[in-house]
């Protein structure tokens, strides 16, 4: 019976040792916010946090993980949504079917802590989650929402009619 | 031991498994908020708590249609937006209330563009209806009473009723025969930029998709279907895996597949990987990505050809033009690779077969279960789970519905989630159709076009999904957006002389929709073309097009709005190059410009688009927006690196590494001009797509000169 930490509780669990920290998260812990998307860690849906450092946990075999370190996962991010990230996420109505979203804001949140101020080089470098629906643009103006970097609170539209653009 | 084919669905049950019935205890099954009694008709329900619940028939999977369609329900009930949540009834239901809710397809970019009339009307009668429960009350006559924010007002007398204190009576009326529908342009709710209701829950992990369903009693199943397409199982040897942890059951699923059942997944999958199966390859066992090229190349020269469109001597023509131009155009097979891979929860009894599922159609999901378990569709039902994406993947064919039915079926009265793993949902998708194009044109000594043949080659998706559907050979499907005329696709360029023909060559690959369908290829083949006729004629492309659209105002204006906004004909930033492209599909009218440059290292980089859609009405622009920026996600994932090629009859691609997809760094920003010109209803969610690559390639040659005339990109190079 393996122990594990996990936003903020100790929670135990029967998997075998290589099972992928991911399915123990989803199957036997019932956090279901982290997503399957891949396995193979190239699309970044599964990431938590493992004391701090953004980790893609469908290749992490349980046995790699202690006891002692620090999983938090898009459920232990916040009791209410608020955190800044998040909040940032539904100023800009960052989601379209949402899949990768977790993920995603697990990542901006890593981002941030490591740079609070990133540039748009730095969000290409951090930010390789996949997002099939392409939410890539305001998933990027989010991140800059939230470190302060961006003043607007919405994306501009241009609505042009007859009259002219509006 | 190896078990015979023969001896379908052999299986074993270790002591430990729950075979019997009896075990669902407690599971909540998502049910309609109000009976047929108590809802003021099938699209609307108030509460006693002024919560107002809208029927959304279409399925929600990241397009925006939940948030559109209750606007339009909405706006015209005049209800509290702040109070309205949605819910989707059930495909069983509909089908016992003889289709009330119309159909639940959402594919097509349909989910507004062909149900706004009576769903407006189901809100527009439920208004009616709570104002007629006001004046019985107050006894004055309706006309005097106006409607408010889900407040009936009698302005003479300074009343005021709720809407959830009258439902309870206007549920009791009998609905007005005829109801008026507001102008659109007297929308306030509608039309407008407004948020969507579906996020909070995809900001923390509480959104449960298909895949995240939980239940007592779950077990859950990995399966594998033969790699060449049209192959069977020879045989599997169950003893080896048997005894690994967790395994419930090892079953074979219809002639092709195997699945492996076990407590979780992961213990499902590792016991599969383990399984030993021996496959009966048939006949497809040797074909190829090249062969399926020299077959369609074959197709190119054909004289069996079926024409789509023509008008003029086109032939004829070219033949006789001082100049001639002709090119050769290729789009290859593509994978949706939505990032929910298929997966559906069957729970099986004799007489009941249970389906949850994320899909694009849960009629036809319905369809499915029924087929599968034998029941008619009265004794199975569907609830329709949020779909990690769908793009075409999860309409028109339910294959992983069937197998979660077949599976489950072996376990009667236990709930059996089944999901794909990447590499199955890589190999056994509906592929994006390969197809060629070869295309010729004749100029005139003043480098007029004087007639124009697109000869298309290649795979029909409705031979391959509803082949009773093809009539004389003729897939319209194919001609998608060249069409003579019409509200879904016309052809806007004024080309007197054309011929249009395909030549159907169907490779051994099963087909499907993909988001933007055949429009995606057909828009890169005549975009491309006609910059290389602007080229050769020594034309700038937007004057070449603005004077073939002289006739078409909507398709030009879309076209202008772009160049104006982008800056065509002034210069771009020091070593970036523009290129053009405009289509009219799914209803609505769409351009692109889009600004590159290439370095001397032939690397690419795409600073930024402009687009133009013209939907007719918009029903919510910021929805509109999003669904633009995400259609040229989609559109140059495809053109820069979409490719699934066929090796021993095989998808040889297995997950994103060998089948990228577009991320975060080559994003190009997106500057949206929504441009609703009004009197028609067009879709978003797919026709931008189509001109996402064509604007992309012309603007790779100004920048190059280099020409790219077979997808995908990242097969060539740019260096200069």
Redesign the interface.
Not at chain 1, 30 to 40: D, V
């Given at each position: 019976m393996a122990q594990l930490n996990v936003n903020g509780k100790s929670r135990s669990c029967d998997?075998?040792p290589e099972?992928?920290l991911l399915?123990v998260l989803?199957?036997?812990l019932?956090?279901?916010?982290?997503?399957?998307?891949?396995?193979?860690a190239?699309?970044g849906?599964c990431t938590v946090h493992i004391d701090g450092v953004p980790t893609r946990s469908c290749v992490r075999p349980l046995s790699t993980v202690s006891a002692t370190e620090k999983i938090v996962?898009?459920?232990g991010?916040?009791p209410?949504?608020s955190h800044v990230v998040?909040k940032a996420?539904?100023a800009l109505?960052?989601?379209?079917?949402?899949?990768?979203?977790?993920g995603m804001?697990m990542a901006a949140v890593a981002l941030l802590k490591a740079k609070p101020k990133p540039s748009d080089a730095d969000?290409?470098?951090a930010?390789?989650?996949?997002?099939?629906?392409?939410?890539?643009?305001?998933?990027?103006a989010a991140i800059h929402l939230a470190a302060g970097q961006l003043q607007r609170k919405?994306?501009p539209?241009?609505?042009?009619?007859?009259g002219g653009a509006a | 031991m190896n078990a015979p084919a023969s001896t379908a669905r052999r299986f074993f049950l270790q002591a430990s498994a729950a075979s019997a019935g009896g075990l669902i205890i407690g599971m909540h099954l998502p049910a309609l908020a109000a009976s047929e009694a108590d809802e003021i008709n099938a699209w609307v329900v108030v509460q006693a708590d002024e919560t107002v619940i809208v029927r959304i028939a279409r399925s929600e999977m990241g397009q925006g249609t939940l948030t559109g369609l209750a606007q339009l329900v909405a706006e015209e009930l005049e209800c509290d937006w702040v109070r309205v949540r949605t819910e989707y009834p059930t495909p069983g239901q509909n089908l016992a209330r003889k289709r009330v809710w119309g159909s639940f397809s959402t594919g097509g970019s349909r989910g507004v563009r062909e149900s706004h009339d009576y769903v407006r009307k189901g809100g527009a009668t439920a208004r009616l209806m709570l104002v007629q429960a006001a004046a019985d009350e107050w006894k004055v006559a309706t006309t005097e009473c106006t409607t408010l924010k889900g407040v009936v007002q009698h302005k003479a007398s300074g009343r005021s009723l709720s809407y959830g204190k009258l439902a309870g009576a206007a549920a009791k009326l009998t609905p007005p025969a005829e109801v008026k529908l507001k102008d659109p342009r007297d929308w306030t709710l509608a039309g407008k930029p407004m948020k969507r209701l579906d996020t909070r829950g995809k900001l923390d992990g509480s959104q449960i998709y298909g895949m995240d369903l939980q239940m007592p009693g779950l077990l859950s199943a990995a399966i594998k279907d033969c790699p060449v397409f049209g192959g069977k199982v020879k045989s599997f040897d169950a003893a080896a895996v048997k005894a690994m942890p967790g395994v419930k059951l090892v079953l074979q699923v219809g002639e092709s597949a195997v699945a492996v059942v076990a407590d979780t997944w992961w213990r499902a999958k590792t016991a599969l990987d383990a399984l030993p199966i021996v496959w009966d390859e048939g006949v497809n066992a040797a074909a190829n990505s090249t062969d399926i090229a020299a077959m369609l190349k074959a197709g190119l020269d054909a004289g069996d050809a079926v024409v789509g469109s023509t008008q003029g001597d086109a032939l004829g023509r070219i033949a006789a033009s001082a100049r001639k131009l002709e090119a050769v155009y290729a789009y290859p097979l593509q994978n949706h690779a939505t990032m929910e891979t298929m997966n559906a929860t069957v729970r099986y009894t004799p007489e009941r077969c249970e389906v949850w599922t994320p899909t694009q159609n849960g009629e036809g999901a319905l369809a499915a279960a029924s087929e599968a378990s034998g029941l008619p569709p009265a004794q199975c039902e569907v609830y329709k789970l949020h779909l990690g994406g769908g793009f075409g993947r999860r309409g028109a064919v339910h294959d992983w519905v069937r197998q979660a039915v077949l599976i489950a079926k072996a376990m009667p009265g236990t709930p059996v989630k089944l999901i794909w793993s990447r590499e199955e949902d890589m190999q056994h998708g509906r592929y994006h159709p390969v197809t060629q194009c070869r295309l010729r044109a004749g100029l005139d000594a003043k480098g007029k076009i004087t007639g124009l043949h697109m000869r298309i080659s290649g795979q029909s998706i409705i031979a391959g999904i509803f082949p009773q559907n093809i009539k004389n050979g003729l897939d319209p499907v194919v001609f998608q957006g060249l069409s003579a005329g019409g509200a879904e696709g016309a052809l806007g360029y004024a080309l007197p002389d054309l011929l249009i023909d395909h030549a159907m060559r169907n490779p051994p690959v099963p087909p499907g929709f993909w988001r933007g369908v055949n429009l995606n290829q057909n828009a890169i083949y005549l975009e491309c073309f006609l910059d290389e006729i602007a080229a050769a004629a020594k034309r700038d492309p937007l004057e070449l097009r603005r004077e073939l659209l002289a006739g078409s105002p909507k398709h030009l204006a879309v076209l202008n709005a772009v160049a104006a906004k982008a800056g065509w004909g002034k210069p771009a930033p020091k070593g970036r190059h523009r290129g053009l492209a405009q289509i009219m599909g799914f209803g609505s009218y769409v351009a692109a410009c889009a600004e590159v440059s290439v370095s001397k290292a032939g690397d690419l980089k795409i600073h930024r688009i402009v687009a133009a859609t013209d939907p007719g009405h918009a029903v919510n622009p910021q929805q509109i927006q999003a669904q633009v920026e995400g259609s040229f996600a989609y559109g140059l994932s495809a053109a820069l690196f979409g490719e699934c090629t066929l090796k021993n009859g095989r998808i040889e691609q297995s997950n994103f590494g060998d089948y990228p997809v577009l991320k975060m760094e080559h994003m190009p920003a997106v500057e949206t001009i929504v441009m609703p010109s009004g009197g028609f209803w067009g879709g978003v969610g797919e026709p931008t797509i189509a001109v996402a690559a064509p604007a992309v390639l012309n603007a790779i040659f100004a920048a190059t000169g280099k020409r790219i005339r077979e997808l995908p990109l990242r097969l060539h190079s740019l260096k200069a």
């Open positions: 998997a075998e099972t992928p399915w989803r199957e036997q019932g956090l279901t916010g982290t997503k399957y998307g891949c396995g193979i190239q699309c849906a996962t898009i459920e991010l916040s209410d949504a998040q996420w539904d109505d960052v989601p379209q079917c949402g899949f990768c979203q977790s804001i969000i290409d470098a930010m390789t989650n996949i997002c099939r629906c392409g939410t890539y643009n305001r998933v990027r919405a994306i539209i241009t609505i042009q009619t007859e | -």
